[in-house]
């Protein structure tokens, strides 16, 4: 029996982040077990950068996936589970990311195989830092608006691991 849907959507998340990171040079793990809203682990070795403050920088992520449609204009509204809003907003030892990857609606497109010649993924990764968002009132869910321009790619995981290593993305 296949896996549900949404497990799916789980594991295609967790393989698009882990072969970008991989391609960046970065190792990706997967803790045993979700807790505090985070789903993976982002690592380098040694120094990414002259002005870097750590010898090795991590980032942590709480993955989502969807095959929701969105407008093609401005950012993408994704309503997120308020025990992640919470998680993800407050100062951690390492920072934490939430990335979500959009699917196509039809199934059939999330993943395209062509023998020896590619495996293509359909769609993108989006990144959002919620540090320092406001605490909220909500009990069950919370709107995040994640801009257009944020797509995760090797470049920008590397950027995003630079500054990581520089303590930018939780100011203190």
């Given at each position: ?45 040694g120094r ?36 992640n809003y ?26 395209e195989h ?59």
């Amino acid at each position: 029996m296949p896996l549900p849907e949404n497990q799916i959507k789980e594991e295609l998340s967790y393989g698009h982040l882990h072969t970008l990171a991989a391609r960046a040079g970065f190792s990706c793990d997967r803790p045993k077990t979700d807790y505090q809203s985070l789903d993976a682990l982002i690592g380098s070795e040694g120094r990414l950068c002259d002005d870097a403050i750590l010898n090795q920088a991590h980032i942590g992520v709480q993955l989502k996936a969807t095959s929701q449609e969105f407008p093609r204009e401005g950012d993408i509204a994704y309503s997120l589970q308020i025990k992640n809003y919470n998680d993800l907003r407050v100062l951690t030892t390492i920072p934490r990311l939430l990335v979500l990857l959009v699917l196509p609606p039809d199934a059939k497109k999330w993943l395209e195989h062509e023998m020896e010649e590619h495996l293509i993924t359909r769609k993108c990764a989006y990144y959002l830092n919620l540090f320092g968002y406001p605490e909220v009132s909500n009990e069950a869910n919370r709107t995040v608006y994640i801009p257009r321009q944020n797509v995760l790619t090797v470049e920008t995981l590397t950027t995003l691991m630079e500054q990581a290593s520089r303590r930018e993305l939780q100011p203190q």
